[in-house]
Structures are given as structure tokens and as C-alpha cells.
């Protein structure tokens, strides 16, 4: 782009920002707090079709009347307002376009309070970010492969080429924001810059830019899956070695370890003795399932060892699943004699009522 297309395009950009600006103060000068300006033009990167994306910050529900939608000079715009409550979601760092908020070029404030308030969430924003990697961004990153594992659902149970196409991209988008909050960072400038900044991270998933290629790239269904399969696992299988490196995990304690055991027992122990004495399959599957769930609950919250129940269930021989149960329920017992802790367990009421009531 020449220097004087250039100058063209930021001066007209100029007249709508003092368009705005005027309209904020004539008409809504206690409902808007504060006017600035993100994207292309403020990271100097625009083309010549490149929209102006202002940040509006309302105070009242009365400033959303500013926004308005228009094509001008055969470029779209749409000016819109953004609550204080999504400033303070980005200053989380728990949602995308974090950036709007730490590198927001202010325009127009409506007082000094208003610019003092933004000041303050901005700056937790930067404090979160200069933190580094945390426990706290691996479970941003869980929260967005949770979004790309529900994509990934709905692609793999559509046979339609369209369908599978749009649900690769929901994939690919969920891992591009779990990646970044892996990193603990944020997305500085537009998608057409995605692939450049992300190069840049110390932490990618492995052969993240061939996979993301094959995902566009692919004609049939079948190679789309593939793809977004790999893609997904990749992403996985990072976000675990960091859990392991930066997610301090938790250890079975006397206070902790309460009730366990006894919950597993009201839960599930009677219930699998009698559905595999009946070989009743499915009675016995759905137990052994949130028998394992149950087990990974622990795993997660109290730091037990980690059990596969469910490579046990055998449908022509359900004795194995149980057994394996009872088995899992015995190292429970030994858990709780590390903590000096004792099952609570009574053969008379008497017992019962004398404990439970002091």
C-alpha cells in the first residue's frame, strides 16, 4: 500500500472516530464511559478494506442506543458497545481477545474515573499475563478443549461434507485458544496473523502447523476427521505434560480422605455384588462406569493412584468386573491406614447413634 492510499484510509477513519466521539458526548454523556480504538489500524497492519473496530464501554444499558451497523466507501462497520463485565472476563484472561484490553488505544474517556476504573482492569489483566504459566492456565486451556472436544462430537457424527467442515473449524479454533492459554498469553493481532504469532510460542502441540494445513486442506470427509483427530490428541497430550509440570497434584490427608471410601460403598459396592449375582450386563455396566468415575473423581481431587476399571468388564464373565471392584475398595482401606484414619462402620445402633450424635 502506497503512503498516500495509506494517509487516505486512516484520515477517513479519523472523521468516523469524531463521528462517534461527537455522538457519545451530544447524546449519551453519562452512559458511555470510554471510546478506543484495537485491531488492524491500531496495530498498523490494515489493508485497504479494513474495517475500524472500536471498543465502546457502556455504563448504562441507554448507551447501547450508539451502536449502529453501516457499509461506507464499500467497507462494513459495525460499531457496537461492550459492558464493563467483559472487560473484567478478559481481565481473567478466561475469554479471547484479551488484547482489546491490554493494548486499547483510548480515544475518549467520559471522566477521569472512568479511565482510572479501566486502568485498574487492564492492569490485572498485564499482572495475570506476566505471571507466566500457571495452574490457572492449564485449566483455561482444559475449559477450551472441552469446547473442542464438543466440535469434535458433533464432526464426527455428521456425514455431511458442509457439516464436518464447520464443526473442523469450531476444533480448530478451541485448540488455537487452549494453546494460547497454555502459554498464558494472548492473541496480539487479527486471524490473519494467527499462524505467525503462535510459531512464536514456547509450547505447540506436535506438528501443530502440518496438522492445521491437513484440516483446511482436506477434500473428503474421512481425511477431515483424521486430521482433527490428530490435531485434538496432539493438543491433549501438551496440555498434560504442562498439567504435570505446572498443576501442583494433591495428596491423600486424614481430613481429605473423609467419607471416601463409605461414599463408594453406598454408591456402588452392594449394587455391583448384586448385578453381576443376577448377570444383569447392563446393571453391572453403568455400576462399574460410575464406580470408575468415581475413582478418577479421587485421583483428581485427593491425589489416589489411578485405576482402570473398565478394562475388567467382561460380558460373558461380569466376575471379573467385580472382583476387580472389590480389589480397588481393599487398596481404599490401605489408603486410609497411611492416614490413620478408620472406616466408619457400625454393627448396631446403638454404636451408630453413640457416634453420629456427639
Known amino acids: 500500500m502506497n503512503e498516500l492510499l495509506k494517509q487516505k484510509l486512516i484520515a477517513k477513519n479519523q472523521k468516523l472516530i469524531d463521528m462517534v466521539i461527537a455522538r457519545a458526548k451530544r447524546d449519551f454523556p453519562s452512559d458511555i464511559a470510554l471510546i ?6 491500531a496495530t498498523n497492519d490494515f489493508h485497504e478494506k479494513s474495517d475500524l473496530d472500536l471498543i465502546i464501554i457502556n455504563n ?24 464493563w463485565s467483559n472487560l ?3 481481565a481473567e484472561l478466561d475469554c479471547v481477545g484479551v488484547s482489546s484490553l491490554t493494548d486499547l488505544q483510548i480515544l475518549y474517556y467520559a471522566s477521569e474515573e472512568h479511565l482510572q476504573r479501566f486502568n485498574a482492569v487492564r492492569q490485572k489483566a498485564l499482572d495475570k499475563l506476566a505471571q507466566g504459566i500457571t495452574a490457572e492456565s492449564v485449566e483455561r486451556a482444559d475449559k477450551h478443549i472441552g469446547l473442542a472436544k464438543q466440535d469434535y462430537a458433533d464432526m464426527m457424527l455428521s456425514q455431511e461434507l458442509g457439516a464436518v467442515r464447520y464443526a473442523s473449524s469450531g476444533v480448530l479454533y478451541n485448540v488455537i485458544n487452549s494453546i494460547v492459554a497454555l502459554n498464558n498469553t494472548c492473541i496480539k493481532r487479527g486471524v490473519k496473523r494467527y499462524l505467525e504469532e503462535l510459531a512464536e510460542y514456547k509450547y505447540l502441540p506436535e506438528n501443530f502447523s502440518e496438522l492445521c494445513a491437513a484440516i483446511i486442506d482436506a477434500k473428503a470427509i474421512a481425511d477431515i476427521k483424521e486430521a482433527c483427530s490428530k490435531l485434538l490428541a496432539s493438543t491433549i497430550s501438551l496440555r498434560d505434560k504442562l498439567k504435570d509440570k505446572y498443576v501442583q497434584k494433591p495428596t491423600p490427608t486424614y481430613d481429605n ?7 463408594c460403598w453406598c454408591n456402588n459396592r452392594n449394587k455391583m455384588i448384586a448385578a453381576t449375582a443376577d448377570n444383569d450386563k447392563l446393571r453391572t455396566f453403568l455400576t462399574a462406569a460410575s464406580a470408575q468415575s468415581y475413582f478418577d473423581e479421587m485421583t483428581e481431587r485427593l491425589g489416589t493412584k489411578k485405576y482402570d476399571l473398565m478394562q475388567y468388564f467382561d460380558p460373558t464373565d461380569l466376575s471379573e468386573v467385580r472382583n476387580a471392584f472389590l480389589s480397588v475398595m481393599e487398596e481404599y482401606l490401605l489408603e486410609y491406614e497411611k492416614v490413620g484414619r478408620t472406616v466408619e462402620m457400625y454393627d448396631n445402633f446403638e454404636d451408630l447413634y453413640k457416634n453420629y450424635m456427639q
Open 36 to 41: 478506543g480504538l484495537t485491531g488492524s489500524f
Open 88 to 90: 473484567e472476563k478478559k
Open 257 to 263: 480422605l473423609k467419607g471416601w471410601y463409605e461414599e
Open 60 to 83: 448504562t444499558g441507554r448507551g447501547w442506543q450508539i451502536g449502529a451497523g453501516f457499509i461506507f466507501d464499500g467497507v462494513g462497520y459495525d460499531i457496537y458497545c461492550t459492558p
